[in-house]
């Protein structure tokens, strides 16, 4: 069975009054059949979260933050895209700079366990990666079977060095391109497309699960009747994805964007709107950071104070320090529990 939207989908959430929550629990394969509502109320955030920290504030031309990536060094990069640039959180002098500009509109950023920096640059529609210690720039992917990707979005990795990538251009795709789809580049350079339209609809943050059984991507699509809501594969030996689920969704809310994970297995994820855009997006999904568990319960949210919340990671010395990118905010909670760990802290 199919996992899109179904046309009666809409009506069934409405008759099970979504607008007071926001959330819903699916099962395997379909979500109408047993769909939960869930709402804000009796989470145990204090567990989970933190207060919220106010670290810095990007000022240029245009500001739209994105992609955070924290180094072994406890620094901490995320991206400026509409203005091609790397800005860089150094966490001892509280300062933040410029860590590269000309960046081809990157998106998402990720630490490989080497320290090279891997990128998705929207702009050249391509997949890079930064040496560490040469600061040489090699590309990974710019396309597939001929045909330039949509924008890469957001990427991750597997414990056996496999790097899994999402692509999507506008709300339609424009011919000469690949469709919106999400890739995986094995250690010796193959590209292959292991989900893609209509199977998802519009895919963006993406995460493996520390025991590398389980591979999550949220969809992030901004029309009416389309997924809104975090999927849930099995991760094969071979890098390949079956058994697609919903584990939450988020409609008719604003979807989450980016996401991470800690070393138990729980998701935080960056969701919803302080005010609507332009869409067919509602304010059933509060803005702030979402915890959810790995069986898609709501556990903590913490409310974030300016739109767009886009993304988070983990960082610091012992892996609680959960940085977010929010409009033209750097921010930061502590966790109780630490994040996977992607790197050796140096």
Same mark, same amino acid.
């Given at each position: ?9 809409r ?11 926001? +959330? ?37 031309t ?15 990069? +995320? ?23 000309n960046t081809?509109?990157? #998106? ?9 920096l ?22 990974l ?7 330039? +990707? ?56 993406i ?35 079956s ?18 994970i ?31 568990s ?6 903590a949210y ?8 886009? #993304? ?35």
């Amino acid at each position: 069975m199919s996992l899109a939207r179904q046309p009666c989908r809409r009506r069934f959430l409405q008759q099970t009054a979504i607008a007071s929550s926001g +959330f819903v629990v699916g099962s395997q394969f379909t979500l109408d059949a047993h769909a939960k509502p869930t709402d804000y109320a009796g989470l145990k955030t204090d567990r989970y979260l933190g207060p919220v920290e106010m670290l810095a504030q990007v000022e240029d031309t245009k500001v739209f933050t994105e992609g955070p990536a924290a180094d072994g060094d406890g620094n901490l990069l +995320f991206t400026n895209v509409p203005v091609s640039k790397i800005l860089k959180w150094d966490p001892r002098t509280k300062k933040l700079s410029v860590h590269r500009d000309n960046t081809n509109e990157t #998106n998402g950023l990720y630490f490989a366990p080497d320290g090279s920096l891997l990128a998705c640059e929207g702009g050249s529609r391509r997949v890079t990666r930064t040496d560490a210690k040469t600061g040489k720039i090699e590309v990974l992917a710019e396309g597939y079977k001929g045909k330039p +990707f949509a924008k890469p979005n957001d990427l991750c990795m597997d414990g056996k060095g496999r790097i899994y990538f999402t692509s999507r251009s506008g709300v339609e795709d424009p011919e000469g391109e690949n469709v919106k789809a999400v890739y995986r580049i094995d250690p010796d350079g193959t590209v292959d497309q292991i989900l893609a339209w209509p199977e998802v609809h519009m895919p963006n943050g993406i995460v493996t699960s520390p025991d590398n059984k389980r591979f999550y991507v949220i969809e992030a699509h901004p029309n009416a009747d389309l997924h809104r809501d975090i999927r849930v594969y099995d991760l094969n030996s071979d890098g390949s994805v079956s058994n697609g689920r919903v584990l939450i969704d988020f409609y008719p809310g604003r979807s989450g964007d980016g996401m991470c994970i800690d070393a138990e297995g729980n998701l935080y994820v960056a969701a919803g709107l302080h005010k609507t855009r332009k869409t067919s997006e509602t304010l059933d999904t509060k803005p702030g950071i979402h915890v959810i568990s790995p069986d898609g319960k709501l556990l903590a949210y913490r409310e974030t104070p300016e739109d767009t919340i886009t #993304n988070c990671t983990f960082g610091g010395e012992d892996l609680k320090s959960l940085y977010i990118a929010c409009g033209t905010l750097l921010l930061r909670i502590r966790t109780e529990i630490p994040g996977k760990a992607t790197y050796q802290p140096r």
